[in-house]
C-alpha cells in the first residue's frame, strides 16, 4: 500500500497511452484509485473537498490569464499569414548564403516560437509552411526535416512562451513551498517574468547552434542544401522591413516590456494579442470570418490548457492523499550523488515522460511533485525551470518517440521517409543536449540577466 | 460567445490600473474557459496522446472514447458537481464579495460557473458517448448485413 502512488502514477501513464483525453483520463483514473483508497480506508475524503477551492484558484489565477491571449497573438500571426510572408521575403534575404533557407525557417521559427507554445501546432504550421519549399530547392529530405522539428520545438524555450508561462506559474508556487519547508517564512519569489529573463540567453545561444550547425553542413556538404536557381531576384529594402518589421517590433514590445518592468507578463501578453491583431488589420486580413476562426481556436486551446489544469489538479489531491508527497522525499533522500544526484534523476525521469506527454500535462503533473523537494535541496528555481524546458525540448525531438517527429511525419510528403526524419534531427539532438550540459556547468548562463535586472 | 470575451478581454488590458477592471478580466477569462470546456468536447479539441490511437480503426476509437466517456468523463463531470456543490452554495448565502474593498460584487455568481461546467461538459459528455455507442453499433450492423448478403 506505500507504493499505491507510485502505482496510481504508472497506471495513469498507461491510460494516456489509450489515447483518451488527457484531462479527463488523469482525474478519471485518480478519481478510481481515491475510490479504491476510501474503500479500503487508505485514503481521506477530505483531500478531495479542497477540489473546489484548487478550481477556484484557477480561476481567479492572474497570471494565468496571460495563456489565451499568447495564443491568440499566436494563432493571429499564423492565420494571418503574416508568418509565411515572413518566411518568404527572409529566405529571399539570406539567398545569396548556402543554406539560406534553413537559416531562414530557423529565424522565423524562433520568431514565431514565442506565440504558439504546443509543440504540435507549431511543428505542423512549420512543416506545412516550408518543408514543401525546401523539398522543391533540392534540400536532402533529412536536412530539411531536421530543421523543421528542431525549429518547431524552439517555442518551449524561447520566450514569451506559454510553456514558460505555465511553468514559472507552478514553478513559484513550488519555491514559496519550499521556502516555507525550510523555515523562511520571508520567502523570496520567482515569477515568469524572471523565467523569461532566465531563457532567453539559453534560447538565443540555442538559435545561434543551430544556425552554426546549419553554416557548417551545408559547407560541408553542399549537395544537401543547393543554392535557389533563378538569378536570385534582389529583394527590395522596402519590402523586406514590411514583412520583417512589424512581427519584430511586436515581439520585442512584448519582451522589451517585461524586461524593462513597465508590464507584467500578462499585460504584456495583452499588448501582444492586441498588436497581433492591429497588424493583421493593417495588412488587410483581417476579416470577420477569420477573426471568428482565431478566437473560436484561441478559445478551444485555452479551455484544453485549463482542463488539463483541472485534471492535474485532482490527480495532485488524490497523490497528496495517498501520501505521495512523503514518499517522493524519502525517495529523493535515498539517492545518491546529493542535490546533483537528485536533479539528474528528475530531468532523466522527464526526459522519458515527455515521450509519452506534453509539456503541459508534465508542468502539472510532474513539476508540483518533485520541484518542492529540489528547490529544498537548494536548486535555483529560474535555472530549474530553463532546464526542464530544455530537457523537455529535448525530449519532443528524440526518435523514436518524440513529439515533434509524429507530427512532422503527419504532415510530410510520403516521399519523406520516417528514417529520413530521425537522421536529420539526430545532430539537433547533440545540440540541444551539448546545450543541456554547458547550462549544467555554467548555470549563470540562465541566472545572470534575471539576478542582475532585478534585483 | 468566444469571441467577445475575447476581444474583451485582450482591450481591456490595455487600461490597467483599476481593480475593478482587473477582476472584471478574471472574470471573463474564467467565463471564457469554464464554459468552452464542454464546447471544446465537442470539437475534438482535448489533447490525447495519439501515438497508438491514431493507428486505430474508427471503431476502435470509438470503443476507448466510449469507455473513457463512461469510466472517467461521466463520473468525473457528478463527482466535481457534488465536490463543488456545497462551495457555491455557501457563496450564494453570504452573497460573497471580493475580498478588495473596490472589487466586484459577483463572485458568487462567478463561482456558479464551477457548478456550469460540471453539467455542460456531463451533458456533452453523454452526447459523446452515444455518438460512440452508435458508431460501434453501426459498423456491427454493417457487418451483419454484408454477411447474409455474401
Known amino acids: 500500500m506505500e507504493y499505491l502512488p507510485l502505482l496510481m502514477f504508472v497506471a495513469i501513464c498507461l491510460v494516456l497511452l489509450l489515447g483518451y483525453p488527457v484531462a479527463f483520463s488523469l482525474a478519471g483514473t485518480s478519481l478510481a484509485f481515491a475510490l479504491i483508497g476510501l474503500a479500503t480506508g487508505h485514503f481521506d475524503a477530505a483531500f478531495l473537498h479542497a477540489l473546489p477551492n484548487r478550481i477556484y484558484g484557477t480561476m481567479g489565477n492572474n497570471s494565468l490569464v ?115 519547508n525550510m523555515g523562511i517564512f520571508t520567502p523570496k519569489t520567482v515569477s515568469i517574468g524572471d523565467l523569461f529573463l532566465g531563457a532567453i540567453i539559453p534560447g538565443l545561444v540555442l538559435v545561434l547552434l543551430y544556425c552554426a550547425y546549419l553554416v557548417f553542413y551545408t559547407r560541408w556538404k553542399p549537395t544537401a542544401a543547393p543554392m535557389a536557381d533563378g538569378d536570385g531576384q534582389p529583394i527590395a529594402i522596402g519590402e523586406v522591413v514590411y514583412s520583417l518589421l512589424p512581427p519584430m517590433v511586436l ?157 512532422l511525419r503527419g504532415v510530410a510528403p510520403p516521399g519523406v521517409l520516417t528514417s529520413d526524419i530521425y537522421r536529420g534531427v539526430a545532430p539537433f539532438v547533440a545540440l540541444q543536449l551539448l546545450l543541456m550540459g554547458v547550462l549544467a556547468l555554467w548555470p549563470q548562463l540562465a541566472t545572470w540577466l534575471p539576478y542582475t535586472l532585478m534585483r | 460567445m468566444g469571441l467577445t470575451c475575447a476581444v474583451v478581454v485582450m482591450r481591456y488590458y490595455l487600461q490597467t490600473g483599476s481593480i475593478a477592471l482587473q477582476e472584471s478580466v478574471n472574470y471573463l477569462h474564467a467565463s471564457v474557459f469554464m464554459l468552452a470546456i464542454a464546447y471544446t468536447l465537442q470539437r475534438g479539441g482535448h489533447v490525447r496522446v495519439d501515438i497508438f490511437y491514431r493507428n486505430l480503426s474508427p471503431v476502435g476509437q470509438a470503443w476507448i472514447d466510449t469507455l473513457g466517456g463512461l469510466l472517467f468523463l461521466l463520473p468525473l463531470c457528478v463527482v466535481m458537481f457534488w465536490l463543488n456543490w456545497d462551495y457555491v452554495i455557501n457563496s450564494w448565502t453570504v452573497k460573497e464579495t471580493s475580498s478588495e474593498s473596490s472589487g466586484l460584487a459577483w463572485v ?25 455507442i452508435l458508431i460501434i453499433a453501426n459498423r456491427a450492423a454493417d457487418n451483419g448485413s454484408t454477411d447474409t448478403q455474401s
Not at chain 1, 529565424?107 to 509543440?119: D, E, K
Not at chain 1, 473560436?296 to 492523499?321: D, K, N, P, Q, W
Not at chain 2, 464551477?114 to 456533452?124: A, C, R, S, W
Open chain 1, 251 to 407: 515581439i520585442l514590445a512584448v519582451l522589451g516590456s517585461i524586461l524593462a518592468g513597465i508590464a507584467t507578463p500578462t499585460e504584456a501578453a495583452g499588448v501582444g494579442a492586441l498588436g497581433a491583431t492591429v497588424l493583421a488589420l493593417l495588412r488587410n486580413e483581417l476579416t470577420l470570418a477569420r477573426l471568428r476562426e482565431v478566437v473560436l481556436s484561441t478559445t478551444e486551446v485555452t479551455a484544453m490548457v485549463f482542463m488539463i489544469l483541472i485534471g492535474a489538479a485532482v490527480f495532485s489531491l488524490v497523490f497528496r492523499g495517498f501520501g505521495g508527497e512523503e514518499m517522493v522525499e524519502s525517495l529523493f533522500a535515498q539517492l545518491p550523488g546529493g542535490v546533483f544526484g537528485a536533479t539528474l534523476v528528475v530531468m532523466l525521469i522527464i526526459f522519458l515522460l515527455g515521450f509519452i506527454l506534453d509539456f503541459i500535462e508534465i508542468t502539472f503533473v510532474v513539476v508540483p511533485i518533485v520541484g518542492p523537494v529540489l528547490l529544498t535541496l537548494g536548486v535555483d528555481p529560474i535555472w530549474l525551470g530553463v532546464m526542464i524546458a530544455l530537457n523537455l525540448q529535448t525530449s519532443f525531438l528524440t526518435p523514436p518517440f518524440g513529439f515533434a517527429l509524429f507530427y
Open chain 2, 108 to 132: 458568487y455568481l462567478l463561482k456558479t460557473l464551477m457548478l456550469i461546467m460540471p453539467v455542460t461538459l456531463l451533458l456533452q459528455g453523454i452526447a459523446e458517448t452515444i455518438k460512440n
Open chain 1, 66 to 180: 496571460a495563456v489565451p491571449l499568447f495564443v491568440l497573438m499566436g494563432v493571429m500571426l499564423e492565420k494571418s499569414r503574416i508568418a509565411e510572408d515572413l518566411l518568404h521575403s527572409m529566405s529571399r534575404v539570406f539567398g545569396s548564403v548556402r543554406g539560406g533557407l534553413g537559416l531562414s525557417v530557423v529565424v522565423v521559427g524562433m520568431l514565431l516560437a514565442a506565440s504558439t507554445g504546443i509543440v504540435g501546432a507549431t511543428v505542423v504550421t512549420m512543416g506545412l509552411m516550408s518543408l514543401p519549399s525546401m523539398l522543391k530547392q533540392g534540400y536532402s529530405p533529412a536536412l530539411a526535416t531536421g530543421t523543421i522539428c528542431a525549429t518547431g520545438t524552439l517555442g518551449q524555450i524561447i520566450p514569451p512562451s506559454i510553456a514558460l508561462v505555465l511553468l514559472g506559474d507552478i514553478l513559484s508556487s513550488a519555491y514559496s513551498q519550499a521556502q516555507l
